[in-house]
């Protein structure tokens, strides 16, 4: 094969990065909001490393993690509703500012040497706010930047750009706080915080509805959550991409299992342990990197079931497995089929809905993916102690299996979704 034939081949193989090229604003805040991600993550690590060292607890490091769920949860829904008011760009500097302020705080409090884990707990609840306020809005402002057809592009790219942020993060805040203090991983995420901000500063305002027909924006109306899930209700196509989504993260999340299976299927340890964990993430970044072929699939809602079937297929494999190159190899591929469902129930909800609800089904978006997997990891770890670790693992992913194919059967348009005909 020609070098000549060989680029079109593995352009089309590789991410589009079409969005980043031809789109300036698009660019700058893809850059931003990576960046930014990438210092958040270092936040957290910071964090857990310093409740840990004021208590000595696993259990008060996990109370880090209730104190940013509870928030999420709520303000989720209502920071879809606010975006759906007000101008998103400056809901977006408002809610970013909060949280660049908000580290700046950690930043004292560990400068200061403070030996109570409540400021932290405090201020991660904040941040928590901040971010359920500014996610919305973020995410609901990429239509107005891009035509549609590019929506699975620029979605595979902030995949992207999420997997980078989940494996550097943490292990660039390890690094920092091993040098030189919990200080700098939160300094470090207040500098991280400028790119964000500049991106959005740069953008033009972004009022819900004036994409419609003739400009004209959207009546304003005061933020309405049960507005948006009516609409939702009665909207079977965007209804089935969460649906769907939930069958997968309720019925067939195996992540709190790894402690235990590390010993009792590989003879491991804690270094197995966190191989388990990181093979999901690198199957979702190497789905991302290898993610061309997306924007040439129309049958969007085909493509999710069919997705959620081989994260459940792989799940359930996984579970009968003991060889541990062989279980990272299909936990890999579990993450690679959750990036390409993503994609498309995001570019779905960015297409089919609205412009003046984008931001509610962004915010309900944000509560099935927060809470999604804590519901399954209680779930998980309940048939765990119920029956086996195997039992509950294998269980889990024929029920997404299942689950998918009643969706299939009982929603036949989902099936027929087609990208170039949007209907919600």
């Known amino acids: 094969m020609t070098p000549a034939a060989a680029a079109p081949r593995r352009s089309r193989l590789l991410a589009d990065i079409t969005p980043l090229r031809a789109h300036a604003d698009f660019r700058r805040l893809w850059f931003g909001n990576t960046v930014s ?30 104190c940013s769920l509870v928030p999420l949860v709520v303000f989720g829904l209502y920071g879809g509703a606010v975006a759906d008011a007000v101008d998103r760009r400056k809901l977006g500097l408002v809610s970013a500012s909060g949280a660049t302020a908000l580290s700046a705080a950690l930043a004292v409090v560990a400068i200061v040497h403070v030996r109570q884990v409540w400021p932290l707990y405090v201020l991660v609840a904040l941040q928590a706010v901040c971010f359920a306020m500014n996610s919305p809005a973020r995410s609901s402002m990429i239509p107005r930047l891009l035509p549609s057809e590019q929506l699975p592009s620029a979605n595979a790219l902030a995949s992207l750009a999420g997997g980078v942020s989940q494996m550097a993060g943490p292990m660039l805040g390890g690094v920092f706080v091993g040098f030189w203090g919990y200080q700098a991983a939160y300094l470090i995420d207040v500098a991280a915080f400028t790119a964000s901000l500049y991106a959005m500063w740069r953008l033009p305002a972004m009022l819900p509805g004036d994409d419609r027909p003739g400009g004209a924006p959207a009546v304003r109306r005061r933020p309405s ?100 190159l062989l279980g990272l190899f299909f936990l890999a591929l579990a993450g690679c089929a959750d990036t390409v469902s993503m994609v498309f129930r995001n570019t779905m909800l960015q297409s089919a809905a609205p412009d003046d609800m984008r931001g509610r089904l962004q915010g309900v978006f944000l509560v099935v993916v927060v809470g999604g997997p804590r519901l399954g990891d209680f779930l998980a770890g309940s048939a765990s102690d119920l029956f086996t670790p195997t ?34």
């Open 37 to 66: 991600a990438v210092g958040q993550q270092m936040t957290a690590m910071a964090v857990s490393l310093q409740v840990y060292a004021i208590t000595g607890s696993s259990f008060y490091v996990g109370l880090v993690g209730l």
């Open 225 to 324: 959550v049960m507005e948006g899930l009516r609409y939702l209700g009665a909207r079977p196509n965007l209804r089935t991409t969460f649906v769907s989504d939930l069958a997968a993260m309720v019925l067939a999340q195996p992540r709190v299992l790894f402690p235990a299976v590390a010993g009792l299927w590989f003879g491991g340890g804690t270094r197995t342990v966190g191989l388990l964990a990181a093979a999901p993430a690198v199957g979702a970044m190497l789905g991302s990197v290898f993610s061309g072929w997306l924007g040439r699939v129309h049958r969007q809602g085909f493509a999710v079931l069919i997705a959620i079937a081989s994260w459940g297929a792989a799940v359930a494999v996984f579970g009968l497995t003991r060889n541990l």
């Open 391 to 424: 039992a509950a693992v294998v269980g889990g992913g024929i029920a997404c299996i299942t689950a998918v194919l009643l969706i299939g059967v009982m929603q036949r348009s989902f099936i027929r979704y087609d990208a170039r005909h949007p209907v919600a």
